[in-house]
């Protein structure tokens, strides 16, 4: 177990991560370049898995790996999903969505990926089978509010529920598969200005960012343990990260978080710098 995860190369400014199923190995990809790094939680460094631009994926966001060993790529605001064989790095699928958008994250559920965007207030869904369908504008937001920027989505309760991240808003959202409905989660007042998403056991880690009067932000990662019911949550802690390091999203493995530090602060105020890193810290406790 390693605590930086190096990810090779200049300029990367990655943004998602997901675990493989084999509870060893895990995905990161840059939002800048589009390259895909596989890394192993035994490694020091990372690879270069897929290369960048490769099969028009310019962009790289959110990722997942779907139960039949298929990696899921959201392109951001090329509009693009990818799917690619985990075993072989094979593509097995690219689609466009039509019009003007910013895919984001993905989670599964059921027999579908769920995909948000980040420019329109949308859930967009792919059926996966034997392929990876074509995606589908399955559910709008109810007055989403003037940003709603829908970031970070994971799945509860078997599929039937999901959580996802408005950051221009500082909301959640509580989506009802089954009703295809969405409301929004109660938390007493808290602002969640949610990235990336991850479960841990009864708590949802989030990469989260406190506005600040002066217009700028702190970056904290943050716990949330939802009710039963899934229709509020209660935090259950915090913990400053740094501003530098801007941390995007979040997988759970070997009872670690791996946090992406995407140097996006960094990049606006021209701090940011090699290495590019994933960092790798002990599940925070709670009360």
């Known amino acids: 177990m390693h605590t930086d995860y ?4 200049d300029g990367v400014f990655p943004e998602g991560i997901t675990e493989d199923p084999d509870g060893v190995t895990f995905y990161v990809s840059s939002y800048a370049q589009g390259t895909i790094f596989r890394g192993r939680l035994d490694k020091p460094e990372t690879e270069v898995w897929l290369t960048a631009g490769a099969d028009g994926r310019t962009k790289a966001a959110g990722m997942v790996v779907e139960s039949a060993g298929r990696l899921l790529v959201c392109g951001g ?19 466009t969505v039509p019009g003007r958008s910013l895919l984001n994250d993905v989670c599964i559920a059921g027999g579908y990926a769920y995909v948000t965007d980040s420019v329109r207030p949308v859930l967009w869904r792919v059926p996966l089978g034997d392929t990876i ?6 559910l709008t937001v109810p007055d989403p509010g003037e940003f709603p ?8 309760d078997a599929g039937r529920t999901l959580l996802v991240a408005a950051q221009g808003t500082g909301t959640l959202w509580r989506v009802d598969v089954a009703a295809a409905a969405a409301e929004q989660l109660d938390l007493d007042g808290v602002p969640v200005n949610g990235d990336g998403l991850v479960v841990v056991d009864d708590l949802v880690y989030v990469c989260d960012n406190i506005d600040r009067p002066d217009g700028g932000a702190d970056y904290v990662l943050t716990a949330l343990r939802p009710a039963p019911d ?10 400053p990260q740094q501003h530098r390091d801007t941390p995007t999203t979040v997988a759970h493995l070997a009872d670690r978080l791996l946090l992406v530090h995407s140097q996006f602060a960094g990049q606006h105020d021209g701090t940011a ?11 925070p406790p709670v009360g």
């Open 133 to 138: 369908g074509a995606p589908e504008e399955w």
């Open 77 to 95: 605001d090329t509009g693009r999903l990818f799917g690619y064989d985990t075993a072989t790095g094979a593509l097995v699928a690219r689609h």
């Open 230 to 239: 899934r229709r509020s949550a209660e935090l259950a802690g915090r913990w």
């Open 149 to 156: 920027y829908l970031n970070g989505i994971v799945a509860l």
């Open 273 to 283: 710098a090699a290495p590019f890193v994933v960092r790798s810290i002990p599940v």
């Open 6 to 9: 190096l990810l090779p190369g």
